[in-house]
Structures are given as structure tokens and as C-alpha cells.
């Protein structure tokens, strides 16, 4: 029935929603790409997809955008509501829902570059989460022996770093962990450089350095991804990033910055310096300590030894031995009176003696005549002078028996005047 | 006594030379600090005096696993 009221307009040409959608989907894909649109961001959102949805509008009109997964990686700051961006990319056409978007290739806040919102944004976020907070720091070790290096093998930074141990003549380990310092992956290689070394039992410290350079040069080391290696490291770390003037989000991390990889050379290998001065303080403070012990201890033992008690007890000591000289000295007087006295006493009793042994032997003598005397008298001699005679036997025995002689036996007899023999008849 | 800790031995150290500047030890406590003092003052001079400088660049070998090499301060990768 409509198509009978239709015919009515012979000329008209009828399109199909999807063909009219298609249509404006190529005039508009055509006419719009590599567009440049500036705007407010508002409605931004991320679901788990990872691509991003949200409002790009100014006071008077709005549109929809949609910046893909793949896209949004390569920005460095996190678009967020209320943002002033610059978007770059192409109108297309969501068939199903017969809407136009933006798709957004690449954004840049307007005002603050890209990075150093990014920069900031990280820096704030980081440092909400406590990852620059002081009881996070590591100290540094008092005498490193090796050290990790995280850097380029050919950049400067690792030449100023050796140069300066060179200069200061320093006992150091290095070991390089060669990375990019600029350039895709090479926040990458710096995280991993940082992990590695934190599986070696090696190292004592490491250094995360590279030389100066643009906001963009140094940019690997203001990712998230070497922050949070820094932070997650065991070993303690020293950023040394740039010059002087260049603060990265690894210097906030860091236990320790130094300002150029020359400072941090000189960090590292200025410890030991320290330390053997503080040694050698150390030791002579002991000798000192020791020396200045001793002496007050001589000193009080001096003291106690010249005090009232040992004093008094000395002059006692030296009266007695005064006293003892003195009677020392009398009793030698005293020794020849006392020997003459002994002489003296000596001669008198040998004179005595003498008188003694001269009268004792004057009686022996006379005892010794009374004594011949009358010896005399009893001499067989005296006998025989009163004409008595003695008979003697063969054997020269006195025969006092006449039995005891034989017939004819020859016997002796003495008289007087001598002996003669005779033979019993 | 073994200080395997170059840290520790340097705190006993200074410890040690606080108590004997303190100067109320008694002799043989003393000596006997002074002694020990004297021992970790040596250990930590040789500890300083002990390394030797060494460079060296870790490099992939062929099997992809990272090997030491000496390391050419001129930044000419190594053979």
C-alpha cells in the first residue's frame, strides 16, 4: 500500500540508513584527515580495553574522540579532564551508532609541553604513592668494592666516571651494564640493567647515569618504569643524570643524586679516602687514648708511693737501718778486746796446761821407779842368786814334776851364773 | 675475632677509642681494648688497601647470556 502512494514520486532515490552512514563516512574520512583540532578534554575515560574515550568540546560545540590503545602508549603525559590539548588525527564515522568521532593519533597539552607535563604528572604521582620519601633512601656502602654501572658503553658519562677513578687512583670494580640512554626501549634496558645487578652478590652499588642532553635525551629516565626499578632496587642507587641544572624522576628516586657522573665518581670513590683518614684518626686517637691512660696511671701510682703511709714507713726503715750500721760498727769495735781477752785467757790456760802435764808426768816417773823396784824383787833372776835352780824339760818347760822326764831324757838347768845339761839316770 | 664486615669493624673501632678516651678503664681493661683496637684499625687498612681496579662490561655471549669482559675506557666495544 505505501508503495502505491510512493509512485507518486517517480524521481525519488531511496538510500538505505547504511548506505547514507557509509556515505557520509567516506565524504567525511576523505575531506577530514590529518586534522589539527584544539580543545578541552572532558568524560575521559579508560576502560580495560585500553582505548580511550572522551569529550574534545569548547564553549560552543562538542565532539566525540577516541584515542587507541596503541596511541595512547607513545603519549607521555595522561590527558585528563579539564585539559587544553591540541589533537592530531582524522574524523571517522561509528557505523552502528551513525556517529562521527575524532580519532586521535597524537596530543599535546597546549602550554606546558607535553613532557614536562608529563614530567610533573609522574613527579606528583610518584610522590603521592611515597616512592621520594627520606626512610625509602638507602645509605650508601661505607667501602664499596664493585660497582654496577647502568649506562651507555660509549656515551661520555661512562668516560668522565672512569676518568675520575683513574685520577683519584681508587681500588674500584666496575662492571658495565650497557643500555640505550636515549631513544625507544630505552627506559627499558635501564630497568633491566638496575634489576640485573640487584641478582648478582656482587655489587654494592649502583650508578644509573648518562651525559647531558635535551628534555627528550634524558627523557628515558623520567619513566615509570626506571622510577620504579630505582625505588624496588635492594642495592642503593645513585642517579647521575645530565648536569647540574637536570632534575629527572630517577633523581627523586634515587637514594642518592649526584649531580653530574663525574660527582658520582667522585661519591663513590671519595669514601675511601675518607676512610683511611679515618682509620689512621681512629688508630692514633687508641695510641693516644692508651698512652695518656698509661701515663695517669703511672701518675697515681707515683702519688700513692709518696704518701704519708710509705713515707713514714720509709724513715722507719731508715732509722732501723741506721740503727743497724751503729751496732754494726760497735760490734766490729769490739772484736779484737775480744779477741785479746781470748788470747789472754788462751795463754794462761796453756801455761796451766804445761805446769799440769810436767807435775802429772814427774809422778808417772816416780810411780814407774817404786814400781821397777819392786818388780825386781820378784825377777826369778833375784832367785837364782839365792842358789835356787829351774829345771827345764825338752820343750824348754820348767819340770816341776820329776814323773814328767824319762830315763835318759837330756834336761836343762840354770843357775846362777848360766845353764848346763844334764840326763836323768 | 673476625670482622667480615668492614661497617661493623669500623663502629667496634670507634666505640673502642670513645671508651678509651673516656679514660676510667681499668689498666687491664684497657690494654685489652687498646689491643683489640689496634687489631680492627689494621683489618680496616687492609680491607681498604685490599681491591684492585677492575672494569669490565657485561656482554651477551651466543647463547644470550650476559658475560663479563674487560672493558675498554676508549668505548670501543670489545672483541
Not at chain 2, 675506557?73 to 670489545?78: A, F, H, K, N, T
Amino acid at each position: 500500500m505505501q508503495q502505491q502512494e510512493f509512485k507518486m514520486f517517480e524521481e525519488r532515490k531511496i538510500l538505505s540508513v547504511s548506505q547514507i552512514v557509509n556515505d557520509v563516512k567516506v565524504q567525511l574520512e576523505t575531506q577530514f584527515q590529518d586534522i589539527w583540532v584544539r580543545g578541552e578534554i572532558s568524560n575521559f575515560k579508560t576502560p580495560s580495553s585500553g582505548h580511550s574515550y572522551f569529550t574534545l568540546k569548547d564553549s560552543d560545540a562538542q565532539v566525540r574522540a577516541v584515542c587507541f590503545r596503541m596511541q595512547r602508549r607513545l603519549l607521555k603525559f595522561r590527558p585528563q579532564d579539564g585539559m587544553d590539548v591540541i589533537v592530531h588525527g582524522s574524523l571517522s564515522v561509528y557505523p552502528p551508532r551513525g556517529e562521527f568521532q575524532l580519532v586521535v593519533e597524537f596530543m599535546e597539552p597546549v602550554g606546558p609541553g607535553a613532557l614536562q607535563l608529563a614530567f610533573d604528572q609522574l613527579k606528583s604521582r610518584l610522590k603521592s604513592e611515597g616512592l621520594f620519601e627520606e626512610v625509602h633512601k638507602k645509605s650508601l656502602p661505607l667501602l664499596p668494592s664493585k660497582i654496577g654501572i647502568v649506562t651507555s658503553s660509549t656515551g661520555a658519562a661512562i668516560q668522565d666516571i672512569l676518568r675520575v677513578l683513574s685520577r683519584r687512583n681508587d681500588r674500584l670494580n666496575i662492571l658495565i651494564f650497557p643500555t640505550k640512554v636515549q631513544g625507544t626501549g630505552s627506559a627499558q634496558q635501564v630497568a633491566r640493567g638496575i634489576h640485573y645487578f640487584n641478582t648478582r652478590e656482587d655489587i654494592d652499588v649502583i650508578i644509573v647515569t648518562r651525559g647531558g642532553g635535551s628534555l627528550e635525551d634524558l627523557w628515558a629516565f623520567n619513566e615509570e618504569e626506571v622510577a620504579r626499578a630505582i625505588f624496588d632496587s635492594d642495592l642503593p642507587v645513585i642517579s647521575a643524570v645530565g648536569h647540574q641544572v637536570d632534575f629527572t624522576i630517577a633523581d627523586f628516586v634515587a637514594d642518592l643524586r649526584a649531580p653530574t657522573p663525574s660527582a658520582a665518581a667522585e661519591i663513590v670513590s671519595g669514601t675511601r679516602e675518607d676512610l683511611c683518614n679515618r682509620v689512621e684518626g681512629l688508630h692514633q686517637r687508641s695510641v693516644q687514648a692508651i698512652q695518656l691512660c698509661l701515663k695517669d696511671k703511672r701518675e697515681k701510682l707515683r702519688k700513692l708511693a709518696s704518701s704519708r703511709a710509705f713515707v713514714d714507713a720509709e724513715s722507719k726503715l731508715r732509722f732501723f737501718l741506721q740503727r743497724l750500721d751503729e751496732l754494726q760498727a760497735r760490734l766490729i769495735q769490739t772484736i779484737p778486746s775480744l779477741i785479746r781477752g781470748t788470747r789472754q785467757k788462751f795463754t794462761q790456760q796453756e801455761q796451766s796446761l804445761g805446769q799440769q802435764i810436767h807435775f802429772y808426768l814427774k809422778n808417772k816417773k816416780h810411780a814407774l821407779t817404786t814400781l821397777s823396784t819392786q818388780l825386781q824383787a820378784f825377777s826369778p833372776l833375784a832367785v837364782l842368786e839365792r842358789g835356787y835352780a829351774i829345771v827345764t824339760g825338752k820343750d824348754r818347760e820348767i819340770v816341776r814334776d820329776p814323773d814328767h822326764v824319762e830315763k835318759g831324757d837330756t834336761i836343762g838347768i840354770r843357775v846362777e851364773r848360766g845353764e848346763f845339761r844334764a840326763k836323768k839316770i | 675475632m673476625e670482622y667480615k664486615d668492614f661497617e661493623n669493624a669500623l663502629a667496634r673501632l670507634e666505640s673502642i677509642v670513645g671508651e678509651l678516651e673516656e679514660g676510667e678503664l681499668a689498666l687491664e681493661k684497657a690494654l685489652k681494648l687498646f689491643e683489640e683496637g689496634i687489631k680492627i684499625s689494621r683489618f680496616c687498612s687492609t680491607k681498604l688497601d685490599e681491591a684492585e681496579r677492575k672494569v669490565e662490561i657485561l656482554l651477551k655471549d651466543k647463547k644470550g647470556e650476559l658475560t663479563e669482559k674487560a672493558f675498554q675506557p676508549e668505548g670501543e666495544p670489545s672483541a
